[in-house]
Structure formats: structure tokens, C-alpha cells
């Protein structure tokens, strides 16, 4: 269940949570797949350092620029809560990281 100080923040901006389903696979904090309005977003939330979030927010910013994958918008950061656009899971065939490999290497060259 989604945290009631998280759902108060969500709502005032983004409106009504009308759906939540638990994604599993987080090992450090909970996944969910909210609807707000026709929106869906992935909700990312749990006690975790204080930076945590914004850190994996930074880190998808890079990688979406980087053009190699698909990698969805941060919505919103918070210390307690990552909230991203919703992208459906596609079909992940015999050859994805066949393919995944080569088009991942370019993400590595950019320097900080």
C-alpha cells in the first residue's frame, strides 16, 4: 500500500490514484504501477538515503540522452519517492541482448 504521505503529494499534483498494482522485481524499495486520470505512472518509493532517488533520476536522465534504449521520463523526485513515465514491457526476443550489448556501449564514453 502506498504510503499515505506519498498518495497526498501524487494527488495534488497529478490527481486521484484510481489504480495501484504492485510490479514485482525491487529488492530495495516497492514498485508500483499507478493511474492517475488516463495516465499511468511507475511509482518507485521506500526508506532509503535520503539521495537515493534523485541519484537513479540523474542516472535515467543520462541514460535516456545517451539515445542507446528506451528509458522513461522522470515525472517527479523526491526524497522518498521516484515517480516515472509508465512504458509497457515489450517482447524480449532470442536475440535482445544480442542486440542490447552493442547499442548499450555508447552510454560508457561520456565522461563527468
Do not use: W
Not at 504510503?3 to 529488492?27: A, L, R, V
Not at 511509482?43 to 528506451?70: C, V, W
Amino acid at each position: 500500500m502506498i504510503p499515505h504521505s506519498i498518495q497526498e503529494i501524487i494527488e495534488k499534483k497529478f490527481g486521484t490514484i484510481t489504480n495501484s498494482q504492485s510490479i514485482g522485481g525491487g529488492c530495495i524499495a516497492h514498485a508500483t504501477k499507478i493511474r492517475c486520470g488516463n495516465t499511468s505512472y511507475f511509482l518507485k518509493y521506500g526508506n532509503l538515503p535520503h539521495d537515493m532517488f534523485q541519484k537513479e533520476a540523474h542516472g535515467l536522465e543520462e541514460i535516456r540522452l545517451s539515445n542507446t534504449i528506451t528509458c522513461p521520463h522522470v515525472i517527479e523526485v523526491n526524497p522518498n519517492f521516484l515517480l516515472l513515465e509508465y512504458i509497457d514491457q515489450g517482447l524480449q526476443t532470442h536475440t535482445f541482448f544480442t542486440l542490447f550489448g552493442p547499442s548499450s556501449q555508447g552510454s560508457n564514453n561520456r565522461t563527468y
